[in-house]
């Protein structure tokens, strides 16, 4: 390759960023990147700089602002010339999203998806008629109809995450039986069929297990599945929700289990005997009690969640039983930690490995705060 080639290529050579504003000085931006990284964004006299509105795609009608106009915690999506360290760009195009704008479209979102959304386990699809048939409890008639579209937004959360941003463009092919999934859109009158705006599914890993160690300084915990007899090493992140279950509630659980009123739901899938169908629904109810149930008598188990003694890894001992959910995870990246319980050992007594492992499924772990935020840039 000559010299004039490597200088076209270099000229031609661009790179995208997305991320908020960390700090602004003179013409520089640190912007701190969705992928954690920190990255310096040069604003120059030719850089076009526009405001957008959160849900806008079109840049035509973008007006055209001042670096003055820029804020700490703003959305910015950036597009320019790269360094050879990949650790700044000179910008052309940057797209600005206000901070309070974002906030209070994510507020509508989420009260969007609370209101008119479902969220459970996929029972059964099918392609060719376009729906999804949702488990959205632990009875048999509790299941619903979700009708997909071509103006159906499909989303599928990423591998290593649980986070809605981290989602990326997904198909109904996608979608697999015992999947988690959440959608919202148009409900009929006897709430058995929804016709879908939007909907963002994930698979996601149920894991009875014991302690085998743990390590503070890689953030790490080393289980045995008692599923497949197997070790795992998982993450755990700032995001990953670790708590000891109340003795009373794992009880109560593990007597449901020996009874067998949750036993038969348990094998065929359906065998929380708690789950809700959104977890963040009935944020605004009394505290009072702690149960957590909701008017409708169903338990809002976030909520319950949120109640329950937080544990760290220096808490939990070796041959400690867990009940865990978890990201797929990928040969790259390891499975994380979503939800980790301990305290279930009245539970795994009741129930076999592989009917424990069906209990926290139901448990939707998609909405509330991440649902429908995916609109920033």
């Keep these: 390759m000559g010299q004039a080639d490597a200088s076209q290529q270099a000229a031609t050579k661009k790179a995208r960023a997305v991320g908020a504003v960390k700090a602004i000085s003179g013409s520089s931006i640190t912007l701190q990147t969705d992928a954690g990284s920190e990255m310096t964004v040069t604003v120059q006299p030719t850089t076009r700089l526009v405001r957008m509105e959160p849900g806008q795609t079109d840049l035509k009608s973008a007006p055209t602002i001042q670096l003055s106009d820029v804020q700490v915690g703003d959305r910015l ?43 459970g386990v996929v029972k059964a699809i099918d392609a060719a008629a376009g729906t999804i048939t949702l488990s959205t409890g632990t009875l048999a008639s509790n299941l619903i109809t979700i009708h997909v579209s071509k103006d159906t937004i499909i989303r599928r959360y990423a591998p290593n995450s649980v986070k809605f941003d981290d989602a990326k463009p997904g198909t109904l092919d996608q979608i697999k039986v015992g999947d988690q999934l959440r959608a919202r859109g148009a409900k009929s009158e006897d709430g058995k069929d929804l016709t879908a705006a939007e909907i963002v599914s994930g698979t996601f890993r149920s894991i009875p297990a014991t302690v085998i160690s743990t390590d503070a300084a890689s953030n790490s915990i080393t289980v045995t599945d008692l599923v497949t007899k197997r070790p795992v090493t998982l993450k755990v992140g700032s995001d990953s929700q670790m708590h000891q279950l109340p003795a009373m509630f794992a009880q109560r659980i593990a007597l449901r289990l020996k009874g067998g009123a949750a036993g038969a739901g348990a094998e065929s899938g359906q065998g929380n005997p708690t789950a809700p169908a959104h977890p963040q629904a ?10 957590g149930q909701r008017a409708g008598g169903t338990p809002d188990f976030q909520q319950m969640l949120n109640r329950m003694p937080s544990v760290s890894l220096s808490d939990l001992q070796k041959g400690s039983a867990l009940m865990i959910v978890a990201t797929e995870g990928t040969a790259d990246a ?38 429908g935020t995916g609109d920033a840039p």
């Design 282 to 291: 009935g944020a605004g109810a009394p505290s009072g009690g702690g149960s």
């Design 334 to 371: 390891p499975s994380e930690v979503i939800i980790l319980l301990s305290g279930v050992e009245p539970i795994l007594t009741a129930a076999s490995p592989r009917q424990a492992s069906t209990i926290l499924s139901p448990w939707n772990l998609s909405a509330g705060a991440n649902a």
């Design 77 to 119: 999506l950036v597009a320019g010339t790269p360094s050879d360290d990949g650790k700044s760009l000179a910008a052309t195009t940057a797209v600005v999203m206000k901070k309070s704008a974002v906030a209070e479209k994510q507020q509508q979102d989420r009260e969007a998806w609370q209101k008119n959304g479902v969220g």
